[in-house]
């Protein structure tokens, strides 16, 4: 999954840009241009930090899922 994707799935489940920003040690501003397409290739380390928290976040929602069923 690329970055914004990722991204727009922190989005969707209630991060705001700052929130994502703070988690992930970066501007708001860089997490902004990289959902609006200035930035199209972040550097190594910001994807390695994003996908971290998209992975937290996903597994969070899967357990939300499953305990609701």
Same mark, same amino acid.
Request: charged share 20%; glycine share 6%; net charge positive.
């Given at each position: 999954?690329?970055? &914004? $994707? *990722? =991204? =727009?799935?922190?989005?969707?489940?209630?991060? /705001? %840009? &700052?929130?994502?920003?703070?988690?992930? !040690?970066?501007? !708001? +501003? /860089?997490? #902004?241009?990289?959902? #609006?397409? !200035?930035?199209?290739?972040?550097?190594? +380390?910001?994807?390695? %930090?994003?996908?971290?928290?998209? $992975?937290?976040?996903?597994?969070? *929602?899967?357990?939300?899922? +499953?305990? #609701?069923?």
């Amino acid at each position: 999954m690329h970055v &914004k $994707e *990722q =991204l =727009l799935f922190l989005r969707k489940v209630g991060f /705001t %840009e &700052k929130a994502i920003a703070n988690a992930i !040690q970066a501007h !708001q +501003s /860089t997490v #902004s241009r990289i959902l #609006s397409g !200035q930035i199209k290739d972040p550097r190594g +380390s910001l994807i390695v %930090e994003i996908n971290q928290l998209f $992975e937290i976040e996903k597994n969070k *929602q899967g357990l939300l899922c +499953s305990a #609701s069923m």
